[in-house]
């Protein structure tokens, strides 16, 4: 339905005036139903003028998928079917999670032509966005009323974790710059099944360690150097339980192990081992296969873009026993959680018992911030050193 702008609603108060005073004179009570007559044939007369634009259009362009944290453009386009100019005003509002969440504009579109706003935003919220049609008005020709325009784009958007530490790790890796990270690099030499190198026998190698073959084309005994085995499982494990709503600066818990997850599992699969998954809260929710494969990055980051915290407690023993289940071959297993409770740590510790049985099991915990800002502090009064303690 159609708006009246603050134009007519003028012509209608200059239009009522003689109407007050018709008990002066009947003079003024026929002028009144005049300027009725003409601002009702002038109201019929401009809904006409705006037939020939009535389906006008504003449509929202954005990207597929975005990263967290990285600005994307928001491209709003307004299309004119009718040969008279459209004077338009436009507000985009996007859901919660982006800033910034509402932009207007005001623009003028030629006839049987278009119009382009562009803004730029960022995503704070990782997953599936959802998100409203964008709205607008288009002013009658004689701006007498302002009528919808029909919105149209898509109604989601996938917002992908935050991948910059990835592209930092490959960059690093290509510059022989890893130590920048804090990642060594370091051949393991023992009792592995490959051989790192051949060398001379010295006293005290075992026998079993002998080359017999390199020893024969010697013609002195040779041993093997051996190493730790690579394309070796990674089973990345992901707590979505209720712990992992948490907020530290503006980020949950889980946005934060996604993230940590999505760049460790990179990095193994660039050291030639197969990374796994599995997300779970009160039951598992994401699980992928470990493969040593160039989409397998792709297929984790599938995985988990779109995980939300569950706000239920994880059964970790159910999910320990589900993950041998699962998982048969020995992995290291890295198991992002919070234990920020003391209960959380009781509860964890028979699922790690039983899960190292098989496997090597690595716990990754956050630290709290409040926590570690009071620690560094250093204490004036004895409150503060009791708090501290």
Sequence with gaps: MPRPTFRAVAVLALASLPAGLAFVSPVFGAVALGLDAALLLLWVLDAWLSLPASGA?????????????????????????????????????????????????????????????????????????????????????????????????????????????????DALLRQRRLQEMGIRSARERGEGTEVASLRPYVYGDPYGGIDWKATARAARPISRERRAERRQNVVLLLDAGRRMAREADGQSRLDTAVEAALLLGHAALRADDRVGLLAFADKPLRTVAPLRSYTQAAALAQALYPLEPVLREPPYGAIAAQVMARFPRRSLLVLFTDVAEPTSIDALVGPVRFLGRRHLLLCVVFKEPAIEAALRRPPREDAELYRAG
Excluded: C, H, M, Y
Aim: net charge positive; charged share 30%; hydrophobic share 40%.
């Design 57 to 169: 259009v504003v449509r929202r362009e954005l990207p597929d998928r975005i990263p967290r944290k990285r600005p994307f453009d928001v491209v709003l386009t307004v299309f004119n079917p009718g040969r008279r100019p459209l004077r338009v005003r436009l507000a985009d509002r996007l859901s919660a999670g982006f800033e910034p969440r509402e932009a207007e504009a005001a623009l003028v579109v030629p006839g049987f032509g278009s119009a382009t706003v562009r803004r730029e935003a960022v995503a704070l919220v990782r997953g599936d966005r959802p998100l409203q049609p964008p709205a607008g008005e288009r002013e009658s020709p004689l701006g007498l009323a302002r009528w919808p325009l029909a919105g149209e784009g898509a109604s989601r958007l996938s917002v992908l974790p935050d991948l910059t530490p990835v592209a930092g790790f």
